[in-house]
Nanobody, 124 residues
């Protein structure tokens, strides 16, 4: 089992940047694929990005491609989401999640472990 704690959210103006972190504890972090999801008010939780166990493969939702970068540091048991050129529509609670599955995983049901979320608000 793994426990996840997000940090780094906040209020930023449109065009600005934020870096989210997700610290993991418990079982070997490097055995998990990691993902970031977000949920805006009144909307369903959606996939943002994922990274493979060793960090060699990343995938992004079309809405964030070219603006967001997911990375991980297995020595620090941490996954990051660098968010640049933020837009008001990026406003949401951002969650990190861990999966035992190998390969591409973008569905909520594919992730067994979740953090509590961190709020990101982008003002226009």
């Amino acid at each position: 089992q793994v426990q996840l704690v997000e940090s780094g959210g906040g209020l930023v103006q449109a065009g600005g940047s934020l870096r989210l972190s997700c610290a993991a504890s418990g079982r070997t972090f490097s055995s998990y694929g990691m993902g970031w999801f977000r949920q805006a008010p009144g909307k369903e939780r959606e996939f943002v990005a994922r990274i493979s166990q060793r960090g060699g493969t990343t995938n992004y939702a079309d809405s964030v491609k070219g603006r967001f970068t997911i990375s991980r540091d297995n020595a620090k048991n941490t996954v990051y989401l660098q968010m640049n050129s933020l837009k008001p529509e990026d406003t949401a609670v951002y969650y990190c999640a861990a999966t035992d599955l190998l390969g591409y995983a973008s569905k909520i049901s594919q992730y067994a472990y979740w953090g509590q979320g961190t709020q990101v608000t982008v003002s226009s």
